[in-house]
């Protein structure tokens, strides 16, 4: 029985997973086991020990390898814990191109880990190739691609740097957290990589920490493999589990979040008291042909600046709805201050040299009614109406 007939939404219910052949249970089992008895003194099982192959990982690995069109997925306890580990396909004297306004998480592993072991880096604005190009040394082994990028949503040519990798040998990593396969699949836009932070919109609720990676060449999944094996941050059953929950609704969640989505941005992009809204899926984003021509759509994040922090903190002050928090991608919509949660860890020159004012918010959208957040940021942007608050930074 093969599912590739399918079309994205049915395989993401319809796969090799969708039930248990030993039983017939319609939802993968949670194993618990950490290690599994062998019957022969001579060939053991598929399965020894957990750290190396667990069947509930295995099952949210295959899945996503599946929907990402690669051949063998990876599953680790943190987005941060599969970015980390993919890193760990450099040496010493290896070079990677970075885009600029990365995760502030990937950031501090960037120039505060990894620059101990003797890798180095070059952050880019990814989006001016010229700038990519001029970056490339010799030892260069890697390019590290965010996009739609965080938290000013700008968005790189995915087949422009791969190309580019591949004419020098080097490998491409994409973090696709922000769009997930249900929109953009980097590895047929010529990735090798695919990273992502699982916390995020494929789990969708929440709830759960987890990270994944996907490759389609057998060769760098047998090295990957290796890695995962023995660095060892592999994601825990009952969260693997919650994962491959989350999956099953991926595109009627990102389906309904991003209308809202451009429905906000309109909104806000319209009001006097906003200053700049950055949303790939407005006709005026810079790179809205490029987000179509790679994507099937422009994803349910998007940023906006006010006026000055003082217009920032009482917008913030005044609206119901959205949790004010760091994280993205779930059911909830959530309002963050990227200056002082996803990039706190980046230096406020450095953040300030990327455009991260400390006057943008960053909204990632839920599933409430559209109109009832519209309505809730409508009477919350009324405050702004003052005089200090209308000064520019
Ligand atoms: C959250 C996030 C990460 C880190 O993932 P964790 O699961 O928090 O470790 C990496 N990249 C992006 C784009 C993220 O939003």
């Given at each position: 029985?093969?599912?590739?007939?399918?079309?994205?939404?049915?395989?993401?219910?319809?796969n090799?997973?969708?039930?248990?052949?030993?039983?017939?249970?319609?939802?993968?089992?949670?194993?618990?086991?950490?290690?599994?008895?062998?019957?022969?003194?001579?060939?053991?099982?598929?399965?020894?020990?957990?750290?190396?192959?667990?069947?509930?990982?295995?099952?949210?690995?295959?899945?996503?390898?599946?929907?990402?069109?690669?051949?063998?997925?990876?599953?680790?306890?943190s987005g941060?814990?599969?970015i980390?580990?993919?890193?760990?396909?450099?040496?010493?004297?290896?070079?990677?191109?970075?885009?600029?306004?990365?995760?502030?998480?990937?950031?501090?592993?960037?120039?505060?880990?990894?620059?101990?072991?003797?890798?180095?880096?070059?952050?880019?604005?990814?989006?001016?190739?010229?700038?990519?190009?001029?970056?490339?040394?010799?030892?260069?082994?890697?390019?590290?691609?965010?996009?739609?990028?965080?938290?000013?949503?700008?968005?790189?040519?995915?087949?422009?740097i791969?190309?580019?990798?591949?004419?020098?040998?080097?490998?491409?990593?994409?973090?696709?957290?922000?769009?997930?396969?249900?929109?953009?699949?980097?590895?047929?836009?010529?990735?090798?990589?695919?990273?992502?932070?699982?916390?995020?919109?494929l789990?969708?609720?929440?709830?759960?920490?987890?990270?994944?990676?996907?490759?389609?060449?057998?060769?760098?999944?047998?090295?990957l493999?290796?890695?995962?094996?023995?660095?060892?941050?592999?994601?825990?059953?009952?969260?693997?589990?919650?994962?491959?929950?989350?999956?099953?609704?991926?595109?009627?969640r990102?389906?309904?979040?991003?209308?809202?989505?451009?429905?906000?941005?309109?909104?806000?992009?319209?009001?006097?008291?906003?200053?700049?809204?950055?949303?790939?899926?407005?006709?005026?984003?810079?790179h809205?042909?490029?987000?179509?021509?790679?994507?099937?759509?422009?994803?349910?994040?998007?940023?906006?600046?006010?006026?000055?922090?003082?217009?920032?903190?009482?917008?913030?002050?005044?609206?119901?709805?959205?949790?004010?928090?760091?994280?993205?991608?779930?059911?909830?919509?959530?309002?963050?201050y990227?200056?002082?949660?996803?990039?706190?860890?980046?230096?406020?020159?450095?953040?300030?040299?990327?455009g991260?004012?400390?006057?943008?918010?960053?909204?990632?959208?839920?599933?409430e009614?559209?109109?009832?957040?519209i309505?809730?940021?409508?009477?919350?942007?009324?405050?702004?109406?003052?005089?200090?608050?209308?000064?520019?930074?």
């Amino acid at each position: 029985m093969t599912y590739d007939e399918y079309r994205f939404e049915t395989r993401l219910l319809h796969n090799q997973h969708k039930i248990d052949p030993a039983t017939g249970a319609v939802s993968v089992p949670i194993q618990h086991a950490s290690t599994f008895h062998q019957f022969d003194v001579d060939h053991f099982g598929k399965y020894d020990y957990a750290r190396s192959l667990n069947p509930t990982r295995e099952a949210l690995e295959d899945v996503i390898a599946e929907l990402e069109g690669g051949v063998k997925g990876f599953a680790f306890s943190s987005g941060m814990a599969a970015i980390s580990t993919a890193f760990l396909l450099l040496s010493a004297g290896d070079h990677v191109v970075i885009t600029e306004d990365v995760y502030g998480g990937t950031f501090r592993m960037v120039t505060e880990v990894l620059s101990r072991f003797g890798i180095e880096h070059t952050f880019v604005d990814m989006t001016d190739l010229e700038q990519v190009k001029q970056a490339i040394r010799p030892s260069t082994k890697a390019f590290y691609v965010e996009t739609p990028s965080n938290p000013l949503l700008k968005v790189t040519d995915i087949r422009a740097i791969s190309r580019l990798a591949k004419e020098i040998g080097a490998l491409t990593f994409v973090d696709n957290t922000f769009l997930t396969p249900a929109l953009q699949r980097p590895l047929e836009l010529g990735a090798d990589i695919v990273l992502h932070s699982a916390t995020k919109f494929l789990s969708g609720h929440s709830d759960v920490v987890a990270g994944l990676a996907v490759v389609n060449d057998e060769a760098l999944a047998k090295r990957l493999g290796f890695l995962q094996n023995s660095f060892g941050a592999i994601l825990g059953v009952q969260d693997a589990w919650l994962v491959l929950r989350g999956l099953k609704t991926l595109s009627v969640r990102l389906d309904f979040s991003q209308h809202t989505a451009l429905k906000i941005a309109k909104f806000l992009q319209a009001h006097p008291l906003i200053e700049t809204v950055y949303y790939p899926g407005l006709p005026n984003h810079p790179h809205y042909h490029l987000q179509r021509d790679q994507a099937q759509g422009a994803g349910a994040v998007l940023s906006f600046e006010l006026k000055n922090e003082a217009a920032l903190r009482t917008f913030v002050a005044g609206v119901k709805i959205p949790v004010f928090a760091v994280s993205l991608g779930a059911v909830e919509s959530i309002l963050s201050y990227p200056a002082k949660m996803s990039h706190a860890a980046m230096p406020q020159a450095e953040r300030e040299k990327r455009g991260i004012k400390n006057s943008l918010l960053r909204l990632s959208v839920g599933l409430e009614n559209p109109d009832d957040l519209i309505q809730d940021f409508s009477r919350s942007s009324e405050q702004l109406d003052q005089p200090e608050l209308l000064r520019g930074e």
